[in-house]
């Protein structure tokens, strides 16, 4: 057991530039979630998948944002002409399909927009 | 939709001294509750967590949590603080039956110190 991990730690990105983030999972997981964080604020919900199936995404993830899980193991997330709001930690976790709340997190890509 | 409070923004106790920090949750069903832990530059770690069954649940470096459901509480314990303990606490409700099974709300989190 690895951990899950994540690629970059840290990004910093002028306003307009797309940015890609990955995620690689524990790798019996089959569930896979991205999380946002804010400054100052609890980690937020933004979408999950079951094996390569993205089965629900947030209201926070708006058309700029696309995940994918191609071949069920790892992620990524990519934001496209990012904005200042954008500037949060990006926090993967996955879990086992059975013990679905059982998340086990990254460490997570720290996004700077200027 | 279910959501979690934790009124305590920051809190500093010393070392050796107990601990209590404080979570209110809302949701209509039975919720899954967690606890977890980040320190600076670190994902999140689970401490404990919920699902059914004894009210109080033992977890990982000590930490105990009990859940009360008149009072829509989780509050997490720690009898003896170590310095090593000053990180965020974020506490967390999952939802079940809502087509979100798999999603996880988090408080605001509670930021403790530790003084020596």
């Known amino acids: 057991d690895t951990g899950v991990s994540q690629d970059p730690r840290h990004k910093i990105t002028k306003r307009g530039q797309n940015v890609t983030f990955r995620c690689d999972p524990i790798?019996?997981?089959?569930?896979l979630y991205w999380y946002r964080q804010t400054l100052g604020q609890g980690p937020e919900f933004l979408t999950y998948f079951q094996n390569e199936a993205q089965l629900e995404k947030s209201r926070l993830l708006s058309d700029r944002f696309s995940a994918e899980r191609p071949k069920g193991s790892f992620s990524t997330l990519e934001i496209q002409r990012t904005e200042q709001g954008d500037s949060a930690m990006y926090l993967c976790?996955?879990?086992?399909?059975?013990?679905?709340?059982?998340?086990?997190f990254g460490p997570g890509t720290r996004l700077t927009v200027t | 939709a279910q959501s979690v409070t934790q009124p305590d923004i920051h809190i500093t106790v010393s070392e050796g001294a107990s601990l209590e920090l404080r979570c209110n949750y809302s949701?209509?069903?039975?919720?899954?509750l967690f606890w977890y832990v980040q320190s600076p530059g670190q994902g999140l770690q689970l401490l404990l967590k919920y699902f059914s069954g004894d009210t109080l649940v033992q977890g990982i470096k000590g930490f105990e949590a009990e859940f009360k459901r008149s009072q829509s509480s989780f509050n997490l314990r720690k009898p003896s603080v170590h310095w090593s303990d000053a990180a965020e606490y974020f506490c967390a409700v999952g939802a079940l039956n809502t087509g979100t099974a798999s999603k996880l709300t988090f408080g605001t989190g509670t930021r403790l110190q530790v003084t020596l």
């Open positions: 790798s019996e997981h089959n569930r």
């Open positions: 976790a996955s879990s086992k399909r059975q013990s679905s709340y059982e998340q086990y």
């Open positions: 949701y209509g069903a039975t919720p899954y």
